[in-house]
């Protein structure tokens, strides 16, 4: 029912109530009249009990009226006390409502029977639902990137990536990558690969080795001699590292090994190491390339997650919509994981709640605070005022019926 029905409702029994008193006012003229001219006692009867109904009406209602107004337009004390006392009211009944319904022994059964998991599982379950949320997922999040300040997102990932490469030892990363790979031996393959491009070389290239030998001999050795050193030299380059190539237990191979663990650790705990490597990082990151691989950061991620985003058939979206079906299965068959998120709704409602009653108390007192005087007694007039015609009405007849009592007991017994 709406106020406009209520008004009307209101007036009516408003009406009725009025009626009633002006009936009692008629009936009583009547019979006074009628009492001068005709000794007949009815005549005394119906004039006591119209004679009382009119005083209970009328106290009636003023007691009516001065709940919500000042009865005749008179500012007598204590009346209109809707008005003059909302302030007390408005904190009286958030307390009233605090105190009797957010109560812990009363907001427990409620928050008992939450059953958030099932309803969810239930709804994820309609691919309708599902599409729906994966694009209102996608309309927020494209809002927030599209809102974004595109500068102060490059300064954030520049700032970030300067704090990590301040916090960056690049020998120690160095070092430690060294050792990983020979603890896990795949350098042998680089040694391998090395030794047998070494022999191709050596046995490709031997007129340069005979050059070489002529170059350094002495005039007087005969060029026979020279080239049958260079070719002793190429063979046994070429036969060293042949061994070294099929090999896997060289001691060529070992020595490596070992002179590669001793750099690893000599890059990372000398100091001219350290200090050489982050002179390069510095010079190869400087703050202009560093803001501009920010940049480009940006535009890449923004760019790919709109493209993703924005496309229906993209494969993110159908990789959400694939994990809500799962999810929805899990909500409605797994116990454990209903009951750990109802659970967890459950605690965190009820604790919410009770933190916050008086938050609940407050708004209603400043909600009917708020409200003007007169808006507040036409608000509850409106909701009790038929059910208060009513008392005028019990007022009219009591009082009439009590009048009638005490003429017969003054008529009987007196």
Do not use: C
Request: no cysteine; hydrophobic share 40%; charged share 25%.
């Amino acid at each position: 029912m709406n106020d406009t029905e209520k008004k009307l409702q209101l007036r009516k029994y408003k009406l009725f109530a009025t009626g009633l008193f002006v009936l009692m006012a008629v009936i009583f003229v009547v019979t006074t009249i009628l009492e001068k001219s005709n000794p007949a006692h009815w005549i005394g009867y119906i004039r006591a009990f119209s004679e009382a109904a009119m005083v209970g009406a009328l106290a009636d209602w003023f007691a009516v009226t001065a709940l919500f107004n000042y009865p005749l337009g008179l500012k007598i004390p204590h009346t209109n006390l809707i008005e003059n006392s909302k302030d007390r009211i408005g904190d009286n009944l958030g307390n009233f409502v605090v105190s009797n319904f957010l109560s812990p022994s009363n907001i427990r059964p409620y928050i008992q029977k939450i059953k958030i998991s099932h309803f969810v599982g239930e709804w994820l379950s309609t691919e309708r639902n599902q599409q729906n949320l994966v694009k209102e997922m996608s309309n927020i999040v494209l809002d927030i990137l599209n809102k974004l300040d595109d500068s102060a997102v490059v300064k954030f990932i520049g700032n970030k990536a300067k704090e990590m490469l301040d916090d960056l030892k690049i020998n120690q990363i160095l070092g430690n990558g060294i050792e990983y790979i020979l603890d896990k031996n795949d350098h042998q393959r680089m040694i391998t690969s090395l030794s047998k491009q070494i022999k191709d070389y050596v046995l490709q290239h031997q007129e340069i080795v005979k050059n070489r030998v002529k170059k350094e001999s002495f005039f007087l050795i005969p060029k026979i001699v020279d080239d049958t050193i260079a070719e002793k030299i190429t063979n046994g380059l070429s036969s060293f590292f042949e061994e070294v190539e099929n090999d896997q237990n060289h001691s060529l191979r070992n020595e490596i090994t070992q002179k590669l663990y001793a750099f690893s650790h000599e890059i990372q705990t000398e100091e001219k190491w350290a200090e050489e490597l982050r002179k390069i990082k510095n010079n190869f990151l400087k703050e202009k390339k560093i803001n501009k691989y920010s940049k480009d950061i940006r535009e890449s991620i923004k760019k790919s997650i709109s493209k993703e985003l924005e496309d229906e058939d993209s494969a993110l979206k159908k990789y959400l919509q694939k994990n809500l079906s799962e999810l929805s299965e899990n909500l409605k068959s797994d116990e454990k994981l209903q009951y750990k998120i109802d659970h967890w709704v459950r605690v965190t409602a009820y604790k919410y709640i009770l933190r916050n009653t008086h938050q609940f108390g407050d708004l209603i007192s400043a909600t009917v605070g708020n409200w003007q005087g007169k808006e507040l007694s036409e608000k509850l007039e409106l909701e009790v005022g038929k059910d208060l015609q009513f008392i005028r009405v019990n007022g009219t007849l009591v009082g009439g019926l009590v009048g009638l009592v005490i003429y017969t007991i003054a008529n009987f017994f007196i």
